[in-house]
């Protein structure tokens, strides 16, 4: 197959990457929804340990994001770094399956983000290397919904297994590699390595000043942002909290997904044709009045409500503000600007989720949910009065 053969209207390495997502988010999703339950009903941990937990294994991890995207634009190689953080990801799963303590959890979670942390930049690298400039919304917008797919199979794979095997945590655990070992096995035959095509010189060095003042004052932005947008695992516990039955969380889970799927690719054809940066304010407010929800919650078809609202949200989020930067980025060094956005929203996520935990236990949840409302719209006040008058980019390659 030649690597300008198209699928789905898509370059191949764009289609066969959103595959791979595809799979490695069934295999996540399968666990995730389950470990706050399994830590606080089976282990017994408090809300302010499995936030510690989730913050570290998130926001530790996220160091790698930079190092992993500058390694990748330096060596002018991005598969190598799919293979091995997608494979250590896979290769974690054993490690919760057989824990009995929340310190196993806790490295189970470390490896699987550090398995995310070194594959993240450089995928994302390969996705807009691989599109035209005027379509990188929908590239993006066609990954998220690819990984969102898998991560709607995920919970109705691991619903179904826990009522033919009640309570059966591990065994969910331990099947979730195997569409895990799929990804990777996708990664090794069907990605063809692209090679920048910016070959003049070296890589500059690590460093914020190879980047102008747009880049550095929407990461600023983000992360402000992502300081209030605490983990998903306070949205299942609130979930619970309410009323939600445990064994249909991963239902709620998976129609929040579902919802995000089908939001990702539409959200990303739109931002192509009317401005990315209208879809990403717009998303700062939603997000600000579904936390708001989420607070006020006391019934549970609140809760089903708000997750289907959390899913349209989600869709307009990532991929778009992933393309938006393809405009703001310098040339051949997608792999280091999109390392060092992930890692500062990664890094965010250690105090967001402390503060979270803290709240919830020291106050109540809706306190927890009251503090994002406030970041996501001191966010949108500052991308609305910085960013109103700067003109996108649609003619950069990354």
């Avoid at 990801?89 to 490690?95: F, Q």
């Avoid at 826990?162 to 979730?176: A, C």
């Avoid at 931002?271 to 019934?299: C, E, M, N, V």
């Avoid at 996520?349 to 001191?378: C, E, H, K, M, Q």
Wanted: proline share 4%.
């Amino acid at each position: 197959m030649s690597e300008d053969k198209k699928i789905m209207g898509l370059n191949r390495n764009v289609f066969f990457t959103g595959l791979v997502s595809l799979f490695m988010d069934f295999s996540s999703e399968m666990i995730y929804p389950l470990v706050p339950i399994f830590l606080s009903s089976v282990l017994g941990v408090n809300k302010s340990l499995i936030g510690l937990i989730e913050g570290i294994a998130e926001s530790t991890a996220s160091f790698l994001k930079i190092f992993s995207g500058y390694l990748s634009d330096r060596l002018n190689k991005r598969k190598l770094f799919l293979i091995t953080g997608y494979g250590i990801s896979t290769l974690s799963r054993p490690i919760i399956a057989m824990s009995g303590s929340w310190w196993h959890v806790l490295t189970f979670r470390f490896t699987d983000r550090t398995g995310k942390g070194i594959r993240g930049a450089p995928r994302d690298a390969i996705i807009a290397a691989s599109t035209p400039p005027s379509e990188l919304g929908r590239a993006f917008g066609f990954h998220r919904a690819m990984d969102t797919t898998g991560a709607v199979l995920g919970p109705a794979v691991a619903y179904i297994i826990l009522l033919l095997f009640t309570g059966n945590y591990r065994l969910v655990f331990w099947l979730s590699m195997i569409p895990g070992i799929i990804a990777v096995s996708i990664i090794i035959f069907f990605i063809k390595e692209k090679k920048s095509v910016v070959e003049s010189g070296p890589v500059p060095k690590l460093s914020f000043k190879n980047f102008d003042w747009k880049f550095k004052a929407f990461i600023v932005i983000v992360t402000i942002f992502s300081l209030g947008n605490s983990s998903d695992v306070f949205l299942i516990l609130k979930a619970t909290h309410t009323g939600v039955k445990e064994h249909l969380v991963p239902i709620l889970y998976l129609i929040f997904n579902l919802v995000y799927a089908i939001t990702s690719v539409p959200a990303g054809i739109i931002s192509d044709k009317t401005g990315k940066k209208r879809i990403i304010f717009a998303s700062f407010i939603l997000f600000a009045f579904i936390y708001l929800g989420f607070a006020l919650a006391t019934k549970v078809w609140h809760i089903w409500i708000l997750f289907i609202f959390y899913g349209i949200f989600m869709g307009l989020t990532e991929g778009i503000q992933k393309a938006y930067l393809a405009g703001i980025m310098p040339e051949g060094m997608g792999g280091t600007g999109y390392g060092i956005y992930n890692t500062f929203t990664g890094m965010a996520i250690l105090p967001a989720s402390i503060i979270g935990g803290y709240l919830w236990d020291r106050y109540n949840p809706s306190v927890t949910f009251y503090y994002g409302v406030i970041t996501a719209f001191i966010s949108a006040i500052l991308f609305l009065i910085i960013f109103a008058r700067v003109k996108e980019n649609i003619e950069k390659k990354i």
